[in-house]
């Protein structure tokens, strides 16, 4: 089973206005277009910004609605994973993808 990447899709609006863009997820697909290959080795989902977002719930539980999110495989131990109380799910958030992708499958570290 491949690692599950959720995003949020561009261009949503809320009560402070819009349209908005994820930072977060424009760095990760940022990445992700320096590095194509990456996709190979993921499923990744857009969604769309309200909550309740039930794909991510029933991965990682409602606590852990927050994207960009990727929830592992079981392939590959890495220590840093958050562990969702309700599923059971190894998954990461935000800028903590990034040096999982650097080991996991050999991409470059963001410059500190």
Do not use: K
Request: proline share 11%; net charge negative; glycine share 8%.
């Amino acid at each position: 089973m491949a690692d599950r990447l959720y995003l949020l899709n561009a261009d949503w609006f809320d009560d402070q206005g819009g349209p908005w863009f994820c930072p977060p997820g424009a760095r990760i697909e940022g990445v992700l277009g320096l590095y194509p290959r990456l996709r190979e080795h993921l499923t990744v989902t857009y969604l769309d910004h309200p909550h309740p977002r039930p794909a991510v719930i029933a991965e990682v539980g409602e606590a852990n609605q927050s994207c960009p999110l990727l929830v592992l495989d079981d392939e590959f131990d890495w220590p840093d994973a958050q562990v969702s109380e309700e599923t059971g799910a190894r998954f990461l958030q935000d800028d903590d993808i990034l040096p999982y992708w650097a080991a996991r499958y050999g991409i470059g570290r963001p410059h500190p």
